[in-house]
């Protein structure tokens, strides 16, 4: 938990922000690498990073926040994280030298692996690969040979090159880290209801968990299962169209009707060349790892800065991933058959020069629009992600593709998330809509 999330971005922030401690034979002005020295560089950059809050779903917990302006005010370690690991390929994306951002996207490569909650050996031998180029161009980026920045060579950057090795000897890292430990010591302190005795509260709070976690443990479903939201469809698989939903059925855009066609066709049905569907659409998808998915049916009406955006998806059809913005899911029969379907606009392949030169971390993609508009099936969907617009793309290239250009974030550990039975809550959400 702390050696990534905390250790790893203190290190490259103190050498990037130029607060590194300066030996006297040295000269911080030498530091090419110190391109947030310049206080206005920063604070762009801080808010870069606030304006992509609307875009992370609430699945992803707690966004990182402006780090110019509250990275000395308790930033927390998974802020660090998503900030560093997540957003960061993109938006320090010509900010720093090139030589320093390709090292750097190894770096996050290599960790971003070690996130995952299973990793297949051929992913193991990669991240090691990556990690050991990370730590050695580290030394001759940085540290140069040079005795006065010998200090540069914290002990975090030699133990994460170790990591991979470790996950053949105990696992994935996200399985045995100290994110448990610290959810749990949080929880505990919540329940003390008893101030005069602190410790003897705690402690009986402990023992109860501990007598509850035994009693799960030898009687698996002791549990009730849980229920459904008022008004939900359960489509099998552990997929859940949940509400709102239209009271009668309404008709598609010219873009949709023809998303409707194709798909029709592709399923053997004859449509007319004048066929315009109605829809009773749904607003929300609930997905077996816990994630809700939500369309721009709802989204759109609210304004963007009370939003924490939540219908982009990576989805997998015909064996090949992709990413698309949900417009609405929607039921329909073919040959007696209830489809269960979601109707969405597509996001293009990643630009291929920016994949390769990241190591595969800073993913650009276009947004299509009306341009590819397709319906699929609902189950094809695998995980709610994070699209937030590039600002850093169109600065470089211009070659036409710079409109509607996103950069995109995955939730680390989600995984995990799954199998502990993680469902994310509405209520408060809904809760704060109607206070507002």
């Not at 390929?89 to 299973?118: A, E, N």
Request: aromatic share 12%.
């Amino acid at each position: 938990m702390h050696l990534p999330a905390l250790n790893i971005p203190d290190l490259y922030l103190s050498l990037w922000r130029g607060t590194m401690e300066c030996d006297k034979n040295d000269n911080k002005d030498t530091w090419d690498w110190a391109v947030f020295r310049d206080i206005s560089i920063w604070k762009e950059h801080g808010r870069e990073v606030a304006a992509a809050t609307p875009y992370i779903p609430g699945s992803f917990d707690r966004p990182p926040r402006n780090p110019a302006e509250k990275m000395n005010s308790g930033y927390k370690a998974w802020e660090y994280l998503l900030y560093f690991f997540g957003l960061g390929p993109c938006l320090f994306y010509g900010r720093l030298p090139h030589k320093y951002w390709m090292q750097y996207c190894k770096l996050v490569q290599g960790v971003t692996i070690l996130l995952q909650d299973s990793i297949a050996q051929a992913e193991i031998k990669e991240s090691n690969n990556r990690l050991s180029e990370a730590c050695v161009e580290f030394e001759e980026l940085y540290i140069q040979r040079k005795a006065e920045q010998i200090h540069f060579a914290w002990p975090s950057m030699h133990n994460i090159a170790h990591m991979p090795h470790e996950v053949l000897r105990v696992g994935p890292g996200m399985i045995s880290s100290q994110w448990t430990m610290e959810r749990t010591i949080g929880n505990l302190g919540e329940e003390i209801n008893l101030h005069s005795n602190p410790y003897a509260n705690i402690a009986n709070c402990g023992v109860r968990r501990c007598q509850i976690n035994a009693l799960k443990a030898m009687i698996p479903d002791i549990d009730p299962p849980a229920k459904q939201p008022h008004g939900a469809l359960d489509i099998g698989d552990g997929f859940v169209f949940l509400r709102a939903k239209d009271r009668t059925a309404r008709a598609v855009t010219e873009a949709e009707a023809e998303a409707f066609q194709e798909y029709l066709e592709d399923q053997g049905v004859e449509v007319e060349e004048s066929f315009h569907p109605q829809v009773t659409r749904w607003a929300r998808l609930r997905l077996p790892n816990g994630q809700i998915a939500r369309s721009c049916w709802k989204e759109e009406l609210k304004e963007l800065n009370h939003l924490q955006m939540t219908r982009n998806v990576k989805l997998n059809q015909n064996g090949s991933t992709g990413f698309a913005e949900i417009h609405y899911f929607t039921t329909f029969a073919v040959h007696d058959t209830v489809k269960f379907v979601a109707v969405g606009s597509f996001y293009g392949a990643p630009h291929q020069e920016l994949y390769e030169q990241s190591s595969r971390t800073y993913v650009s993609v276009q947004h299509f629009r009306d341009v590819d508009i397709r319906v699929f099936d609902a189950k094809a969907i695998l995980s709610v992600v994070t699209l937030f617009p590039d600002p850093c793309y169109p600065v470089f290239f211009q070659d036409g593709s710079q409109v509607d250009q996103y950069a995109l974030m995955q939730k680390p550990g989600l995984g995990i998330g799954q199998k502990l039975g993680y469902r994310e809550n509405d209520a408060a959400k809904n809760k704060a809509k109607n206070v507002k």
